[in-house]
């Protein structure tokens, strides 16, 4: 991972690496499962960070790790951490916007680090629902939601599609 880093920043695109569990290890291990767990995997966890740090990466994304070794892990880099689902301890925090919003279906999983603040998934479900009803009724879209023709445009159109001779009235 660290000489492909390193050669991506050579070209000049920045990175921002990502240890601990990543989707590719999700899959994999069955589920999100904790890394670093042991003082093995919090070594480990160490050297992938100084590694990628070393090739250039700009920052490092530590995903499902004990928050007290994602604290000592950041406080050995010179780049900043960024944080989910491994504590407070990390230079800053991110988590996915449809995991946080609450945005799926009643039922769906979500892993313990995700703090739910709404339940938008109900809110859309419901807006779907009522224009669903509106566009069946056809009380949408309403003169509010469409754009006017003047009734003289209206009338010369319709004389068009009619096929009268010019001049000529439509009923």
């Not at 928050?67 to 406080?75: G, S």
């Not at 050995?76 to 449809?98: D, F, M, R």
Request: glycine share 8%.
């Amino acid at each position: 991972m660290s000489s492909t880093i390193q050669n991506i920043t050579r070209a000049g695109i920045p990175v921002m690496a990502h240890i601990g569990l990543t989707r590719q290890r999700q899959h994999s291990l069955g589920g999100s499962r904790v890394q670093a767990k042991s003082v093995t995997g919090a070594v480990k966890l160490l050297r992938d960070a100084l590694a990628v740090q070393k090739a250039g990466a700009f920052m490092i994304l530590i995903e499902a790790v004990p928050p007290d070794v994602a604290a000592l892990v950041t406080k050995c880099l010179q780049v900043p951490t960024i944080g989910i689902g491994s504590g407070n301890g990390c230079s800053g925090q991110v988590l996915v916007q449809i995991d946080m919003t609450g945005n799926f279906p009643l039922g769906r999983s979500v892993p313990k680090f995700v703090k739910v603040y709404a339940d938008v998934w109900e809110v859309s479900l419901r807006s779907i629902k009522a224009y669903k009803h509106d566009v069946k009724s056809r009380s949408f879209p309403s003169p509010d939601h469409t754009y006017p023709i003047s009734d003289r445009e209206l009338k010369e159109f319709q004389r068009l599609v009619d096929g009268k001779p010019n001049g000529e009235e439509t009923n």
